[in-house]
């Protein structure tokens, strides 16, 4: 059964705004503004360097998707599709359509359309917009950015430890310590399924405990009534059949090598029986970085091992195992940990004593851009530039070490006043614009 659809209007029917209705962003999806872009600019950064040394390439798949891929996907009963799911025709040829609640069913899709896979093995990761109705609340939205990593075609619990290490060490590179490691092994489906007749008959035995989710989950997927986070229901949670007691030589065998990997390399972790996952796609292992410094919205990165969602695609039998994590909590985190970082500010300022020099102006500036530079100029007000006073203050606001200062003595000399901004004490130069290609690079930053 599919999600109910958006209601729209016919692709005819004309849409009317009153002038006097004040247009704002949809309830849950927000502008990012400076300086928090910048914030989320260095994240992307960082994890760009990080997967390169990992050698992961970047993938990007669309948006929007074909509303089966996630039905398919993630699972009839799971809240995402049940619930959360942003779907609509098509409106001109029908086709049910989704904006993608996550990105790993969209990066096996693609991997099956385009038989990435016929030379082997693909490290992959992905930045982008995901979409959920959900109820908003800090570090949860409904438009929310995720940064994810997908290693399709491999099956050893070797990878499995790779993306943990490199998860940690993505930590290590933004300054958080207070984050902490939580694994568990779902095991196989058969395993599971013995597991989920013995949590049927449990739950079956304490019906009157259950709430309203409980009971709507229990013959469809039980195992996530093990997630909810009814404090009313915890002690029946504990007392639950563990998952783990079912778990036949070969699903431990995997479990005991990817934790002998994390040991060797010092990567504290609890093993958590309770741990489930939100989508159906999961087997053997899976795992959360958790912080309790976010309130209710703990879970910072969270993934684990797909081996059945190539098949429930289309496509042949392919291990598989990923991790996503949100931007928008990890930023939250990085913030309360008082590790933010600075705003990119220009290297140089100009300012123009007259608007009848910008011809030079704008020459010199584009010939300090082609060498690297920053450079921020100021722009007239209608009425002209503006006083020197003034131009100095918006200077020194802007960040800038140095202040390029075209005034009417300078343009007749082919000439620019270089004047630092930050520091005392230091005296101005005069420069030569013919020679420019001499000290210009000495007023860059080192990257």
Do not use: K, M, Q
């Given at each position: 059964m599919l999600p109910p659809l958006i209601d729209e209007p016919p692709m005819t029917e004309k849409l009317t705004i009153a002038k006097a209705d004040k247009l704002t962003a949809v309830k849950g999806m927000n502008d990012v503004l400076p300086p928090d872009s910048a914030m989320v600019e260095w994240l992307e950064h960082k994890v760009?360097?990080?997967?390169?040394?990992?050698?992961?390439?970047?993938?990007?798949?669309?948006?929007?998707?074909?509303?089966?891929?996630?039905?398919?996907?993630?699972?009839?009963?799971?809240?995402i599709v049940e619930k959360e799911m942003y779907c609509f025709d098509d409106r001109l040829n029908g086709d049910p359509l989704t904006l993608r609640p996550e990105a790993t069913a969209g990066v096996v899709r693609a991997a099956l359309e385009h038989t990435m896979l016929y030379d082997g093995p693909k490290r992959l990761y992905y930045i982008g917009p995901m979409f959920r109705h959900e109820r908003p609340q800090k570090g949860r939205y409904r438009q929310f950015d995720q940064i994810g990593a997908e290693a399709l075609g491999f099956s050893g619990a070797e990878i499995d430890a790779e993306l943990i290490l490199m998860a940690v060490g993505l930590w290590k590179e933004i300054g958080l310590s207070d984050v902490r490691l939580e694994l568990n092994s779902l095991g196989q489906p058969e395993e599971r399924l013995r597991h989920r007749e013995a949590l049927i008959a449990y739950f079956e035995q304490h019906e009157s405990t259950l709430d309203e989710d409980a009971l709507r989950r229990l013959h469809t997927n039980p195992l996530r009534i093990l997630d909810t986070k009814n404090p009313r229901m915890q002690g029946l949670v504990e007392t639950a059949p563990r998952l783990i007691e079912f778990l036949g030589a070969d699903s431990l065998t995997?479990?005991?090598?990817?934790?002998?990997?994390?040991?060797?390399?010092?990567?504290?972790?609890?093993?958590?029986?309770?741990l489930v996952r939100g989508m159906d796609y999961y087997n053997l292992t899976v795992f959360e970085f958790v912080t309790d410094r976010l309130g209710a919205q703990g879970t910072v990165c969270a993934g684990g091992r797909y081996d059945y969602l190539f098949e429930q695609l289309g496509g042949k039998p392919t291990p598989a195992v990923g991790w996503a994590l949100g931007v928008d909590r990890v930023l939250e985190l990085v913030k309360s940990s008082g590790c933010s970082p600075s705003v990119p500010a220009p290297d140089v300022y100009a300012i123009v004593a007259e608007i009848s020099a910008m011809p030079v102006v704008l020459s010199s500036l584009q010939a300090l851009r082609s060498m690297g530079l920053s450079v921020q100029m100021h722009h007239s007000s209608g009425a002209g530039m503006g006083s020197i006073k003034n131009q100095f203050k918006r200077a020194d606001a802007s960040g800038a070490r140095y202040a390029l200062v075209f005034g009417a003595d300078e343009i007749c000399a082919q000439q620019v006043t270089i004047k630092h901004l930050r520091g005392s004490g230091q005296p101005q130069a005069t420069q030569s614009l013919s020679e420019m290609a001499s000290w210009a690079p000495s007023l860059q930053l080192p990257v």
């Open positions: 760009r360097a990080l997967f390169a040394r990992y050698a992961y390439r970047n993938i990007r798949t669309p948006i929007v998707e074909r509303t089966p891929l996630f039905v398919r996907g993630l699972g009839e009963v799971t809240d995997h479990l005991g090598a990817l934790t002998s990997i994390l040991d060797t390399n010092g990567v504290a972790y609890r093993i958590n029986p309770r």
